[in-house]
């Protein structure tokens, strides 16, 4: 069993920065892709970034060259450096864990994701 908390998130105004980290708790090995997914009120959930275990990354357009996905193997801890925030990247902001083998593309993909974090809240205003 696997458990995901996330922190970090708060209210900021647009063009600033916000590091979200989250926590894992429970075994973390073998073949995984962790993700950074975010939900805004009526809207589906979006994948934003993910990285393996190897530390190779893929981003979701909307948020290439502004948010960088990183992680702390001896801390078991997932970050998300998101920079330039605009009003529209308010959402909540989810982590999550998959123990699939995925391409590049399901990795994107939050139906391939089987643990995720009770979400943090960002708010960006104009």
């Known amino acids: 069993q696997v458990q995901l908390v996330e922190s970090g998130g708060g209210s900021v105004q647009a063009g600033g920065s916000l590091r979200l980290s989250c926590a894992a708790y429970?075994?973390?090995?073998?073949?995984?892709?962790m993700g950074w997914f975010r939900q805004a009120p009526g809207k589906e959930r979006e994948a934003l970034a993910t990285?393996?275990?190897?530390?190779?990354?893929s981003y979701a357009d909307s948020v290439k060259g502004r948010f960088t996905i990183s992680q702390d193997n001896a801390k078991n801890t997932l970050y998300l450096q998101m920079n330039t925030l605009k009003p529209e990247d308010t959402a909540m902001y989810y982590c999550?864990?998959?123990?699939?083998?995925?391409?590049?593309?399901?990795?994107?993909?939050?139906?391939?994701?089987?643990?995720w974090g009770q979400g943090t809240q960002v708010t960006v205003s104009s």
């Open positions: 990285i393996d275990r190897d530390d190779r990354t």
């Open positions: 999550a864990i998959s123990y699939a083998r995925l391409t590049a593309i399901q990795a994107l993909r939050a139906v391939f994701y089987k643990y």
């Open positions: 429970g075994y973390i090995g073998g073949d995984f892709y």
